[in-house]
């Protein structure tokens, strides 16, 4: 694709490109390379497009790479064991089961597809996967996406690369496809397709990040900056029930370089202690299970060590072997390499000094926790013709990359059973040219419009999410008075959306995106202020609601109204499916 | 803070439609200008996930840690070899360590095929 193209003059002067498919697979990811292969191998004649915001050999939240499969079940456990293990590390959930366990059983062949395709699994001298926790097992995943989208090219899908997704195509009630428009080319994409895929990745960026006041490192955060959270954004502004928003994805991460920490914590067993050395896991939360405690009091645990005065926390490097200290940092190369030049940065061995850790921004991100649409088993969510699978996809966290590969491979099983025999109307002029103009509004408002740029509203949305609705300068607290001021100034931020502008199709991106996190932001508070408890602490902290309340036992839900866009929440029983301790692997 | 662009080394991918960072890049940040060059549209949106770094063919992109963040100076740079990813990292001390592991299986080996 040539270089970024000049902007159109006018409205007119935008060409429209229009595509016609099967299945439509919004983002080239971990979960979208698996439904274009999973098409190929059920019906190679069925034409499959991918929208994809970047370049698939390197977009999204696998770019930089992986060090290890969260979730491959051993020799010896069941897929039902994988969903004890799941629901336990949500603190009993409520998860829902009949996703998990459709999900678990996908899941090891869907990882040895990876293997197949060429990834290195790391195997012990008799030939058996090495595994590092009880589920996971380690990788060397430096290649993983390209792996993983070299199958999606060779499955004949169609890919149209650096499309930016802004909009649902609908039909009546029916999803039909996507709108867009090219990032580079600048030109408008209708895509319309019998079934859609939501893959997009999750939400990160509605939070600050506390590294983001120093001047080039706003993107110092875990969760791949570029998922932003478009997959539920376009979801939400059509109607789609989104589930367990509250449940927020956070956790212990490397601090001033926001890394990951299982796999030092998990991987090297190295202890997490606090400023005067007292192994914190161990002597505070022992009851709770210590160091194998469910995941949010595990990323809880070091921020209450600061809160107490007993700052800076670490994980205890110290002492490692040379040998095993060199492999965790090859591990770093493969999942985050620039961690490994962070340590170098500051000078710093970790046999001699241990790694500093803190919490996480908090990102919302499916395949991790449970926030996303409320899916069926065939993973269509309550917009017909609408499929979600990943991080898009609630209901089911701890899928991890395995899972979301599974799921992809059960979305579009559900995709190609729901378009049987399914005929589409011609799609609606009036919809595509409004979404048209509302897409290049922002770069034809003229060289004297006196407006707002993306970066400006991202960072007011950014600080209010952070003090108001629990985010990392505050420990995660939030109350009903907080939630309401950031919902009001929500309404505020959306009603100011008219002044963005854009000065390049780059630029118009950047406008786009923060216009999907404000609507991701808003349901995002409602579900924190609907569920009067504190459930999942760091997650879901209420400060006015500090217990856990039985009546809250179930799942929160929401739903936009179309005729007045009010976002009304409302409750669903949890179901037990498997049988066990809901509180104990 | 990220990629920092040698611009005596870049050539703009000369004759390639897309320049190799620039199809790194996930979040659209790298473009080719109209000196030839590759420059970064917004150094503070990178993610420092150095996959254009690894995708230079004449080495010309570095990734710095902000330093904000991390002290002057430190480096890391990758040479991708078939199959190989050999790392080389110098710390604000000078120590050098040298990292080379498999980065992808011989799938043609794994399948009866001969290399």
């Known amino acids: 694709m040539p270089h970024m193209a000049d902007n159109p003059l006018t409205l007119d002067a935008v060409e429209t490109v229009h595509v016609t498919c099967d299945v439509l697979i919004i983002g080239g990811g971990n979960a979208g390379c698996f439904s274009a292969v999973e098409a190929a191998k059920l019906d190679p004649t069925r034409k499959i497009v991918i929208m994809e915001k970047a370049q698939i050999l390197r977009s999204g939240a696998c770019s930089a790479g992986m060090d290890a499969i969260n979730t491959y079940i051993p020799e010896g456990k069941t897929p039902e064991?994988?969903?004890?293990?799941?629901?336990?590390?949500?603190?009993?959930?409520?998860?829902?089961?009949?996703?998990?366990?459709?999900?678990?059983?996908?899941?090891?062949?869907?990882?040895?597809?990876?293997?197949?395709?060429?990834?290195?699994?790391?195997?012990?001298a008799e030939g058996k996967i090495r595994y590092r926790g009880a589920w996971d097992i380690s990788i060397h995943g430096e290649q993983l996406k390209p792996i993983m989208a070299e199958k999606a090219i060779e499955s004949g899908a169609v890919i149209y690369n650096r499309v930016a997704c802004t909009q649902l195509l609908m039909e009546g009630e029916r999803c039909v496809g996507a709108l867009g428009f090219g990032v580079r080319d600048g030109k408008f994409y209708v895509f319309h397709a019998k079934a859609t895929i939501n893959a997009t990745g999750g939400a990160a960026g509605l939070y600050k990040s506390y590294t983001a006041d120093a001047t080039d490192s706003h993107h110092q955060i875990w969760m791949c900056p570029y998922c932003v959270g478009t997959g539920y954004a376009v979801g939400i502004r059509q109607g789609a029930e989104m589930t367990s928003m509250e449940q927020r994805w956070v956790a212990t991460r490397t601090k001033d370089f926001c890394g990951p920490v299982d796999t030092i914590s998990v991987g090297y067993k190295a202890p997490i202690i606090n400023a005067k050395g007292e192994r914190i896991m161990q002597t505070r939360y022992a009851h709770l299970g210590g160091d194998k405690a469910p995941r949010y009091i595990r990323a809880n645990a070091p921020m209450e060590e600061w809160l107490a005065g007993r700052g800076p926390t670490y994980c205890d490097t110290r002492g490692m072997e040379p040998e095993l200290a060199?492999?965790?940092?090859?591990?770093?190369?493969?999942?985050?390499?620039?961690?490994?030049?962070?340590?170098?940065?500051?000078?710093?061995?970790?046999?001699?000094?241990?790694?500093?850790?803190?919490?996480?921004?908090?990102?919302?991100?499916?395949?991790?926790?449970?926030?996303?649409?409320?899916?069926?088993?065939?993973?269509?969510?309550?917009?017909?013709?609408?499929?979600?699978?990943?991080?898009?996809?609630?209901?089911?966290?701890?899928?991890?990359v395995g899972g979301c590969a599974a799921e992809g491979k059960l979305a579009l099983r559900g995709a190609f059973a729901y378009m049987q025999g399914l005929t589409l109307a011609e799609p609606d002029e009036a919809q595509i040219e409004a979404e048209k103009a509302r897409i290049y509004g922002p770069l034809l408002r003229g060289a004297d419009f006196d407006g707002l740029t993306a970066v400006e509203m991202e960072e007011r949305l950014q600080r209010l999410m952070d003090e108001y609705a629990g985010g990392t300068s505050q420990f995660y607290r939030t109350n009903e008075e907080r939630l309401d001021y950031a919902l009001k100034h929500i309404a505020m931020l959306r009603s100011q959306t008219v002044y963005l502008k854009a000065a390049n199709l780059h630029d118009l991106m950047s406008v786009h995106e923060v216009v999907d996190r404000i609507d991701v932001a808003e349901v995002l508070c409602h579900h924190l202020k609907f569920r009067k408890e504190t459930r999942w602490q760091g997650w879901q902290t209420r400060s006015d609601y500090p217990e856990i309340d039985p009546a809250y036992d179930c799942h929160v839900e929401s739903r936009r109204d179309m005729a007045t866009g009010a976002i009304e929440t409302f409750t669903r029983p949890y179901e037990q499916i498997v049988s066990g301790d809901r509180y104990k692997p | 803070?990220?990629?920092?662009?040698?611009?005596?080394?870049?050539?703009?991918?000369?004759?390639?439609?897309?320049?190799?960072?620039?199809?790194a890049c996930p979040g659209d940040l790298l473009y080719v200008g109209s000196d030839g060059k590759a420059h970064c549209h917004a150094q503070r949106d990178c993610w420092d996930c150095m996959s254009c770094v690894k995708m230079c063919p004449r080495n010309a992109i570095e990734t710095r840690i902000p330093y904000q963040l991390g002290y002057h100076k430190a480096r890391l740079m990758p040479i991708m070899g078939k199959n190989s990813i050999t790392w080389k990292c110098t710390d604000i001390n000078g120590e050098t360590v040298t990292y080379k592991y498999r980065n992808r299986l011989e799938i043609a080996d794994e399948q009866g095929g001969s290399s």
């Open chain 2, 1 to 23: 803070m990220p990629p920092i662009i040698d611009h005596k080394k870049c050539n703009g991918c000369q004759g390639r439609e897309e320049s190799f960072c620039e199809e």
């Open chain 1, 326 to 400: 060199k492999q965790m940092m090859t591990d770093y190369l493969n999942e985050r390499p620039s961690f490994v030049l962070f340590l170098a940065s500051r000078g710093q061995d970790p046999v001699k000094e241990p790694i500093e850790i803190y919490g996480s921004d908090p990102y919302i991100v499916g395949g991790h926790t449970q926030s996303g649409f409320w899916v069926g088993l065939d993973r269509m969510t309550t917009v017909p013709g609408l499929f979600a699978a990943g991080e898009t996809a609630g209901g089911n966290p701890n899928k991890f």
């Open chain 1, 81 to 124: 064991d994988l969903v004890r293990w799941c629901r336990s590390q949500v603190g009993g959930g409520p998860i829902r089961e009949d996703l998990a366990l459709s999900n678990a059983r996908e899941l090891n062949e869907s990882v040895d597809d990876l293997e197949r395709w060429g990834l290195p699994i790391l195997r012990d």
